[in-house]
């Protein structure tokens, strides 16, 4: 998790420009934060490409959620289970997307409805190291202490460093009002912020489509941002309880 001074829409997104390649050669972190306590957090997965390229969070044996704006042309692979993404630890379970279906309203251009997701080409097996997340029962409340994870780069600038294992910050949800007045007229009603307006800590690029849990219920997804841990500048997460019924709806549907 991370920062740098690109447009507003190129850091945590986790498009493959070209020009970004170089971010993603290994996992990716969280700019501030900690190494998670091994295990502790059994429903992030991995996007993987060959590199950790997007997180995502499982929500039943067959299906994980993730953000949109990750979608690949092809299918990947699901890594679930890690912690040292580059070490076999006996805990992994990989398994190749079946198909990604992504919110029918996602709009590329302002990120709105940044949220998708992918079922598996198998059922994963649950475990103490593999455990969906709980969707949440009503939506959080502003200051609530929330949790984000990934594999994201751990530098606030252009130099990406990407973390061999699972890193995790602790950071405020804040206000709509505030939300707003950190990125005028770029934040629609299914999106919150967290994190530091002094900067210093937040998410950044490679944790793109990970989970923000708060209150032990899955409240966000990792979506963009100016930059990463940038001051004034929060990371803007998919605002999860808006979508429970399409969550629902189309795991139901297959």
Not at 83 to 104: C, D, L, V, Y
Not at 197 to 206: A, M, N, P, V, Y
Request: proline content about 5%.
């Amino acid at each position: 998790i991370s920062a740098s001074e690109l447009h507003p829409f190129e850091l945590k997104h986790m498009k493959t420009k070209p020009f970004l390649f170089t971010f993603f050669k290994e996992d990716g972190k969280i700019v501030g934060g900690y190494e998670c306590p091994k295990h502790s957090v059994p429903y992030q997965v991995s996007l993987f490409t060959g590199y950790n390229f997007c997180g995502g969070t499982l929500l039943s044996s067959e299906w994980v959620l993730s953000a949109a704006h990750c979608k690949t042309k092809s299918n990947v692979e699901i890594r679930l289970g890690e912690h040292n993404i580059w070490e076999a630890e006996g805990t992994e379970q990989h398994i190749m997307s079946a198909k990604f279906i992504r919110h029918p309203d996602y709009n590329s251009r302002t990120q709105d409805n940044d949220i998708m997701l992918i079922k598996l080409s198998q059922p994963a097996t649950l475990n103490s190291y593999v455990r969906p997340a709980t969707l949440p029962t009503k939506c959080a409340r502003d200051g609530a202490m929330c949790q984000i994870s990934g594999w994201g780069s751990l530098l606030s600038s252009n130099q990406a460093r990407y973390p061999d294992k699972l890193q995790c910050l602790d950071a405020p949800l804040l206000s709509d009002d505030t939300c707003f007045n950190a990125y005028p007229f770029q934040i629609t009603e299914n999106m919150i912020c967290a994190g530091f307006l002094e900067g210093g800590k937040d998410s950044c690029q490679g944790d793109s489509g990970g989970p923000m849990v708060c209150d032990g219920e899955l409240q966000g997804v990792v979506s963009w941002g100016h930059g990463c841990a940038l001051r004034k500048k929060p990371g803007v997460y998919t605002k999860v309880c808006n979508y429970i019924s399409w969550i629902e709806d189309t795991m139901a549907s297959g």
